[in-house]
């Protein structure tokens, strides 16, 4: 069945800097679009990074962008979100999500914490 492993987050100063890696299996990785996701507490769940399955088009969120960046590895079927100069704004769970034209399918989440 299909899978998404989250991993990478945890506690960081402002300014900071953390990975996120999300490892999938069961479906075909480099037929899906990925996303990366995050939830603060009381609040929505918001999209942060979109990468496609080919080509160079990212989406970022105005509040990430140049500060995160989003990439894929087909061969290790994971997608990655690089997080820089982080904010207490940040803090929140991350979610990666997966989806193909007839369905998607979500991560765990990991907990990304930024304080001082």
């Known amino acids: 069945q299909v899978q998404l492993v989250e991993s990478g987050g945890g506690s960081v100063q402002p300014g900071g800097s953390l990975r996120l890696s999300c490892v999938a299996s069961?479906?075909?990785?480099?037929?899906?679009?990925m996303s990366w996701y995050r939830q603060a507490p009381g609040e929505e769940r918001q999209r942060v990074a979109t990468?496609?399955?080919?080509?160079?088009?990212?989406y970022y969120s105005d509040s990430v962008k140049g500060r995160f960046t989003i990439s894929r590895d087909n061969a290790k079927k994971t997608v990655y979100l690089q997080m820089n100069s982080l904010k207490s704004d940040d803090t929140a769970v991350y979610f990666c999500k997966a989806t193909q034209s007839s369905w998607e399918s979500w991560g765990q989440g990991t907990q990304v914490t930024v304080s001082s």
């Open positions: 069961g479906f075909t990785f480099s037929n899906a679009v």
């Open positions: 990468i496609p399955t080919i080509g160079n088009i990212k």
